[in-house]
């Protein structure tokens, strides 16, 4: 692999551009961290992240300037292992598990990572479609033995409260793989959550996203979950997530966390809204996670992987951007109709720790 040093400016896209530092083993520069701003440098969610990422990886190196505005990241191997991490309250959890889930099949001990913080906001995705839509889609690239997110306690912003365990085994390669049949949509699974709050509001959500869902679909089934006493973490919440599942196995989510003033229904509505949006872009791979798709096809074996997306997001153009600039690796897109057919050869990834059997 290239070890030449890479520069980067800005704080969006950090977690990114640190996850894709320790795979490709390339030493990255992150300068002029919100240095404009009235309160310059990494905030404190960020900070948290490089924490976690010091306890998960063995060897690697930060260096953080005096004011916070630029980090020098040496990265070293990912060693997995059983790991404890608190969160915090400013992100929720899912902000620091996402990366986790590309990192872990590549570490040297299987993952057995227990996170405490907020499990369903109004930003990031919720823990339910990492562990219903995300982490499914592991097992296409061979990601199978014992991947699985158990959560334990809920916990909903602002105090939070949750705590989740992600479990995940370690491959020797990824599998390549092409996927441009996006099927059609045969049926519609989900999760109303709701703690501290009347336990009739996780039916009004499933009720109110029914109504919309049933004029085009009559398999759905949404169950309720319903957390009391110890489990139900500090805060009140509710939340729906939807998934939508074709015929060739393509999944597609949506969701939709409470704010303050929302009721169930108005929820209900918005997230099935969302999942209808959703399919309405096509593709074979949801918005949500296109990243995860892009990221593994270029780490699968030196053979052609194909992958069809509705639309491209700002995110993944970026993502596409930075892949460039770690791995050398350019997709090729070709548009079909509403959606658009992403090909590259993947760079053949060896994951050393994980011996021949």
């Not at 959500?205 to 085009?216: H, K």
């Not at 015929?247 to 969701?255: F, K």
């Amino acid at each position: 692999m290239n070890s030449k040093l890479l520069k980067f400016e800005g704080h969006n896209y950090l977690r990114q551009r640190l996850v894709l530092a320790t795979l490709s083993g390339r030493p990255v520069r992150i300068d002029k961290i919100r240095s404009d701003d009235h309160d310059p440098g990494l905030r404190e969610y960020e900070a948290n992240f490089i924490r976690l990422l010091e306890k998960v990886t063995n060897g690697s190196t930060f260096e953080i300037s005096y004011t916070g505005t630029s980090v020098l990241y040496k990265p070293g191997a990912i060693q997995g292992g059983r790991v404890e991490f608190d969160c915090g309250t400013e992100r929720s959890i899912p902000y620091y598990l996402e990366p986790m889930v590309a990192l872990a099949p590549f570490s040297k001990k299987p993952f057995a990572l227990t996170l405490q913080g907020i499990t369903t906001d109004a930003v990031d995705n919720s823990v339910d479609l990492i562990r219903t839509a995300l982490l499914p889609q592991l097992k296409w690239y061979g990601v199978e033995e014992l991947v699985e997110l158990k959560i334990t306690k809920r916990g909903a912003p602002p105090l939070g409260g949750g705590e989740v365990t992600f479990n995940c085994c370690s491959v020797r390669q990824l599998k390549p793989v092409q996927f441009t049949d996006e099927g059609r949509i045969k049926r519609v699974r989900g999760i109303a959550y709701c703690t501290r709050v009347s336990p009739q509001t996780a039916n009004r959500l499933v009720e109110s996203a029914r109504s919309l869902l049933n004029r085009y679909i009559p398999d759905i089934y949404i169950y309720t979950d319903v957390y009391k006493g110890a489990e139900s973490g500090k805060s009140p919440g509710f939340a729906l997530s939807l998934v939508a599942e074709s015929t060739s196995g393509a999944l597609l989510s949506a969701e939709k966390a409470a704010e303050p003033g929302q009721t169930a229904e108005e929820v209900g509505q918005l997230a099935a809204k969302l999942l209808l949006r959703e399919i309405s872009k096509g593709g074979c791979v949801d918005t949500a996670s296109q990243w995860l798709n892009l990221l593994f096809m270029v780490l699968s074996p030196e053979d052609v992987g194909k992958v069809r997306l509705g639309q491209l997001s700002p995110f993944t153009i970026q993502y596409l951007r930075d892949l460039k600039s770690f791995f050398g690796v350019q997709y090729k897109i070709k548009q079909d109709g509403e959606t658009m057919v992403l090909t590259c050869v993947g760079i053949g990834y060896v994951n050393h720790n994980k011996k021949t059997t």
